[in-house]
């Protein structure tokens, strides 16, 4: 009962309505393939928006997962490029690692100086692209320089699906478990959700603020990696303010922005409804540039209607006033 | 415990004198920092100590710093606009439209700061009547706004902007100093009056230093934050007229990642960016200190994108030296 | 009129309560335990903030299966040495004893390994966490892989709170909880520690009649499994219902302690509010006016209802009630901080409507607030500015700022209220927190207003500073500004008040002057004890 009037119930709601109303248009959209290929598309979004949504409930926020996943990625394509023979497990292997260091260093910034979020992940932000640069020199690493098994590890099909939504629905499991099952995911809640109470509880809230941003950067380096490999193709301004749009899948995923509130299913519905819109635009005839637009609206609206939601009750000292309430 | 002295013993109004503490500020330690720059960049090309490149220099930093006025006031106040770049889009793709249906320079101008206006008053709204935080609401005008210009414009441009139009970014009022250097100088004399010499400057320092105690003391919080909102949106537009003049057409991706560089600039002037505290002048040195060393590495020929990560390290490292330093000392 | 009238009725500084030495104090914590020996127990304890002594040697025993009641006004120290049990504050002096043994608590989680937890007023639980992860949050089950056992921490979750008879949905968010059911989670929370030692912080403050005998249960099962009880409560019905003992606080000291079943109300309420021997109030001649302030069936849908009164010119009039008795909240919705749901505030006759506190200000209403540090002071911000904050039209000219003139103003009012500071251009937040409460008044009266409202006005700072309010608040009638004064200090309000009105959940119980005007009569009131039989 209480799923019914949860955030994933609306959200759920409103995607079936919006299938429906794309449907209505264009019937082969909600063919099982096509939807497949949607979910597909939308890998990336969803694994970046549960990054995000753990650095969001700790009352931070992670503008450099896009430069992050741009830079792991050149780093991945440029290895592949200098020893193609290279097992894709280790190629795995160092885009989870240098993503995770990236995010470490936001995370340290954040933990042991105190600043603040938002400065930080807009600094190494432009950091982070200007090193590809550095790195590239500004060229791009294209598909035929890149080896076969490379850029076909993404695309591989398995029952039916791409590997690279194998991995989606992995990372969506393994963070739920995370989030729900360990003491770790209880305290990132605990630590956005109440920090004074947190501290009388013992637990850290920079040590947990740092975990929440090697949590996100680690899962952009993967995306860094299956990005460059299902587009096979790398250079500086790839996903070029991506970071947006995980943030507005989490808020509209129901995650506030105030910390504290959120889960797994939200931030996977989130970035669902985006994927499916951004799909749906030019087969009902809307031109693609409406997408920036139509994410930008959709974080107001998801945050109006957040701050409606989270509009706590007051202290009452009125016994009549409680009983009536 | 002496209370029986009730007689009332004078307190002196200040200890230091006001030089005193000039001397041992952020901003006359910026103005020095401006300085070596300069001269480091008289020696890196022979063409730098030239009246027209030190003119050219200024374009590097006239425009962000028009907007970086307003958004010092907003930072202190302890708020935020990250959607001032995509409010240039908005006003330049209006600009165009208006050209379209035959406007002339006069009604350009005012549909460029009209606009700027909207989208303040857009943000401010939001953040002041329903009780948004400005970050969230600014990160989604910022998709908003530019995506309204992708909407209009597509992979278009606008283009043919009327001859008497480029006076604002390509004119020169007297020798080599330009219109837009002319409105840079008279924002920083008006903004520093405002915040420094009048009673809404002090209001904004006392809400940004506690907004609920400044509320209490009868100062009116949300209308103070609305006025912030409006300026810095007017701010941009203005913004908006002098780059679309300068560059002479509009595409929707004008001005992008403008926004971290008048954030950048209004920290290294010595703003705190959770608010209370800052000033003009140091914004005003730091738009030098930007312009000099952008323009000293473009005669290096170190592309733009390689800057950014000098503009970024700057903006941690402006932050996270003074709290090193701290940590530092008391361990 | 006022000095010491009241006061005849109360034995000034009896030896018996307030001993020189630690000498009779020793004698008496140790004595009624025959052969029973304190779970904890803690001896001269002191705790220091800049300008404070919070506590000032101080000593509390708590016994296995019974409950010690801790009884003392605000700024007794109550809150100060439950943060000391609990890991939060490290004393400067004194020592600590579990068992016997000397112990130390320096994080939360040293105090709650101990075996030591707290219950408090405000519960510090996650909102967004389900009853049964916030009643194990930090010590949860384990089961494979290091995974918390969710199976296993319901089940104990449930069987916690069955034990205690509370039937609540384990895996429902707290937040969809009322305030009461929250309480039953932290209690849960507290028997899910395994603790030794429960503290009760002034558990029953927003508790119904039946959820408080419910609690009250709760207690006693507590005892029943040997658990040191410390129960911190204001209201004297549920001390003498639940506790086995009392220890008494007052001004951060060690007053008295004992069983419960030796003392009774009276003796209870005289030791709480025993004066300290140097704090005299100002003796004053007053001088009562015409009215100037008029407030009619002022009303708000969940803090106050039907609150009227009238203050005349000169006058100072107390507004007592426990905490949490809708008195703030009233007073900033006069200023405009919230809005009333009805009601009508009349200044020297005319209706002003006060919609903000710049309406107050406009209508010679000032608000000087409890909270000094977030609502009072701009403590970042030097003294001068602080002052002429609400004034700033008056420094000014077309808007500009005139310095000159802005530091007159300031100089004039912080003289007048004796302020100590190095300069007028130091921050407010570098001051003891009674010239910190100087400059909040002095900001105030250089408004020039026609009533000025405080809100504990001397909470939390020192003796001396206290008695300078106190002297200057006389000054201030005397030359005919209307006072209010909220107060939870029975010195406080009987000393400087010239009328009182008490309040109790939400609404005006009584009005009492002259005769009436007694200890008893404040604390039965307040604390609703049956005189009338209309307990709540």
Known sequence: MSFLKSREAILTGAIVALLALVATRYGAFIRPANLAAVFNDTSPLIILALGQMVVILTRCIDLSVAANLALTGMVCAMLNVAMPGLPIGVILVVALALGAALGAINGLLVWKLDIPPIVVTLGTMTIFRGVIFLLSDGQWVNSHEMSASFTGFARHVILGLPVLSWIAILVALVMLVVMTRTPMGRALYAVGGNPHAAVYTGINVGRSQFIAFVISGMLAGLCGYLWIARYAVAYVDIAGGFELDVVAACVIGGISIAGGIGTVGGAILGALFLGIIKNALPVVDISPFWQLAISGAAIIIAVLFNARADRTKGRVILKSAEVTQ | MSMADHRPRSIPDQLTTPLARALKSWESLLLVVAIGIFILNSFASPYFLNAWSLSDATFNFTEKAMIAFAMALLIVAGEIDLSVASIIALASTAMGVALQLGAGTPVLVLVGLGTGLLCGAFNGVLVTRFGLPSIVVTIGTMSLFRGISYIILGDGAFRGYPADFAWFGQGYVFWVISVEFVIFALLAVVYGVVLHKTNFGRAVYAVGNNATAALFSGIRVGRVKMILFLLTGLMSGLAAICLTSRLGSTRPSIGTGMELEVVTMVVLGGVNILGGSGSIPGVVIAAFVMGLVTFGLGLLNVPGIVMSIFIGLLLIGVIALPRLWAKLRRA | ?536
């Open chain 3, 1 to 536: 009129m006022k000095d010491g009238a009241h006061w005849g009725a109360i034995p000034r500084a009896v030896p018996f309560f307030r001993p020189a030495g630690g000498g009779i104090m020793q004698a008496m914590t140790n004595s009624p335990a025959s052969g029973e020996t304190p779970v904890l127990a803690l001896d001269q304890i002191v705790k220091e903030f800049p300008g404070v002594r919070a506590l000032d040697g101080v000593q509390l025993a708590l016994y296995p299966g019974e409950v010690t009641a801790l009884i003392g006004e605000n700024g007794a120290g109550k809150s100060t040495i439950v943060k000391i049990l609990t890991g939060i504050y490290q004393p400067d002096g004194g020592d600590i004893r579990l068992d016997g043994a000397p112990v130390r608590f320096p994080t939360a989680q040293a105090a709650a390994d101990a075996g030591v937890t707290a219950i408090h007023q405000e519960t510090v639980l996650f909102d967004e966490l389900s009853v049964a992860e916030n009643i194990f949050l930090g010590h949860a089950p384990k089961g494979k892989f290091g995974l918390i056992d969710t199976a296993r921490m319901k089940r104990e979750a449930r069987a916690i709170l069955d034990g205690i008879g509370a039937s609540m949905d384990v895996d429902v968010r707290l937040r969809d909880l009322g305030i009461a059911s929250k309480h039953l989670v932290a209690i849960s929370r507290a028997l899910s520690i395994e603790a030794r030692v429960v503290i009760m912080d002034e558990p029953t403050a927003a508790l119904s009649q039946k959820e408080i005998e419910e609690l009250y249960e709760l207690v006693d099962q507590l005892k029943a499994q040997g658990k040191a009880i410390l129960f911190i409560s204001h209201k004297f019905d549920e001390i003498f219902r639940i506790a086995d003992r009392y220890t008494v606080f007052r001004d951060g000291q060690f007053v008295a302690a004992g069983k419960m079943a030796e003392i009774d109300e009276a003796q209870l309420v005289q030791m709480m509010v025993g004066r300290a021997v140097d704090q005299i109030f100002p003796k004053r001649a007053a001088r009562i006016g015409d009215e100037v302030l008029k407030v009619v069936g002022y009303s708000h849908p969940t803090e106050f209802e039907d609150i009227n009164f009238s203050l005349k010119r000169g006058e100072i009039l107390g507004f007592y009630g426990l905490v949490g008795a809708g008195r703030s909240e009233f007073m900033q919705s006069l200023i405009g901080i919230t809005k009333p749901s009805k009601g009508v505030a009349r200044v020297a006759g005319d209706i002003r409507v006060i919609r903000s506190p710049a309406d107050a200000i406009d209508a010679g209403i000032v608000y000087v607030p409890e909270d000094r540090g977030k609502q009072g002071a701009i403590t970042t911000m030097p003294i001068f500015q602080n002052v002429t904050l609400p004034s700033l039209g008056k420094t000014s000219k077309n808007g500009f700022i005139r310095l000159a003139e802005e530091f007159a103003l300031a100089r004039e009012y912080t003289q007048r209220l004796d302020l100590r500071a190095a300069s007028l251009d130091t921050p407010v937040g570098s001051l003891s927190g009674g010239n910190q409460q100087k400059v909040v008044i002095a900001k105030w009266l250089a408004t020039q207003p026609k009533v000025i409202i405080l809100d504990e006005p001397t909470k939390g700072i020192d003796i001396g500073s206290k008695a300078a309010v106190h002297d200057f608040m006389s000054e201030l009638a005397g030359q005919g500004l209307s006072v209010i004064m909220v107060s939870s200090e029975i010195p406080e309000i009987l000393g400087m008040s010239d009328r009182v009105i008490v309040m109790r959940e939400g609404r005006m119980v009584a009005e009492l002057a002259g005769d009436d005007l007694t200890p008893e009569t404040l604390v039965r009131h307040a604390a609703g004890i049956g005189s009338k039989g209309e307990a709540a």
